[in-house]
């Protein structure tokens, strides 16, 4: 692990303006996934700012009926919280699906949403890897590829992103809250957070140098049946070779967002519109410029047996 100075801030204001003096800085919450990074000198931050001392732990309700959750929220908190429980059970579900008990008591809400690929490529710093070090090329293209992109990628990477938050965060249409170094504040869908990999995968979201993530609101509840249903190789503290976030109303109308198959969460409207159709229309739609490699085009059949069970499912429980 390379050297690095360390400064604990106080107010948002605060740690955006500390980013601003100390280029090459990154924040610092939980850790889970930053530190593992620095250790292998994948990330190599001059300075860290420890934002745990700001008043951004906290789950209050919105004006619009909805929840505000604060960027250091813990996951165990906010799966535990009763109104997340009954209003938005896939995002509980979701959360417990992901990683150990002992991460999800340190893991926060931003830094889940931020958190970094585990493509084996990525974490091998003898091998090219684009996200790593653009320009270097991509060992996954032909390399081994079962736990990557069938859908979103580009020929500069076919890394998947790892959360499973993100994934029930975007069924519920959750709105991500920033601050910048110059104090401007701004709120990005959640549709809108992550970047297509193209030629530059190293940039993953749409946040600028120092912008920091301070909370996450969900609109209104949706109501229905939430199902949030993960395949992966081992009962626990694995990736999701597949997952499916499912919301259906009453009226048979819903929303399907996927994890493990792109370098986002994938929803498409068009595809929420099929719903009432059958599970083959809303494959057919989104996955129909899917590019698997021939290590991963299993996960198409999984999607599509995962997707029918979790909607078989829903109508059932409706």
């Not at 110059?182 to 912008?211: C, M, Q, S, W």
């Amino acid at each position: 692990m390379k050297a690095f100075t360390y400064e604990r801030v106080k107010t948002p204001a605060e740690a955006a303006a500390s980013a601003r003096r100390s280029s090459g800085s990154k924040f610092i919450a939980g850790g889970t996934n930053l530190l593992d990074l620095m250790k292998l000198e994948i990330e190599t931050p001059v300075h860290l700012i420890d934002v745990n001392g700001l008043a951004l732990n906290h789950i209050d309700a919105t004006d619009e009926g909805g929840l505000r959750i604060g960027a250091l929220v813990r996951n165990t908190d906010l799966a535990a919280d009763p109104r997340v429980r009954r209003d938005y059970a896939v995002l509980a579900r979701a959360l417990l699906a992901g990683a150990s008990g002992q991460l999800r008591n340190q893991a926060t809400t931003a830094g889940n949403l931020l958190q970094r690929t585990r493509c084996p490529y990525f974490y091998d710093t003898n091998l090219p890897c684009n996200k790593r070090l653009p320009g270097s090329g991509c060992a996954a293209l032909e390399g081994f590829s079962r736990q990557h992109a069938v859908v979103g990628a580009s020929e500069a990477c076919i890394a998947t992103h790892p959360s499973d938050m993100a994934v029930a965060m975007r069924v519920l249409d959750a709105t991500v809250e920033t601050v910048d170094p110059d104090g401007k504040e701004r709120k990005i869908p959640i549709a809108d957070f992550y970047r297509a990999p193209g030629n530059t995968p190293h940039r993953e979201t749409v946040l600028t140098p120092g912008e920091l993530i301070v909370a996450v609101t969900l609109p209104a509840p949706l109501g229905g049946t939430h199902i949030y249903r993960k395949v992966r190789d081992r009962a626990s503290y694995a990736f999701a070779l597949v997952s499916v976030a499912a919301v259906v109303l009453p009226d048979g109308s819903g929303r399907v967002a996927f994890g493990g198959v792109a370098h986002k969460p994938w929803r498409q409207a068009e595809a929420d519109a099929q719903i009432p159709h059958g599970a083959q229309a809303v494959y057919d739609q989104l996955f129909s410029h899917a590019h698997p490699t021939p290590e991963n085009a299993f996960k198409l059949t999984l999607a599509k047996r995962t997707l029918a069970s979790a909607l078989t499912e829903a109508r059932a429980r409706t």
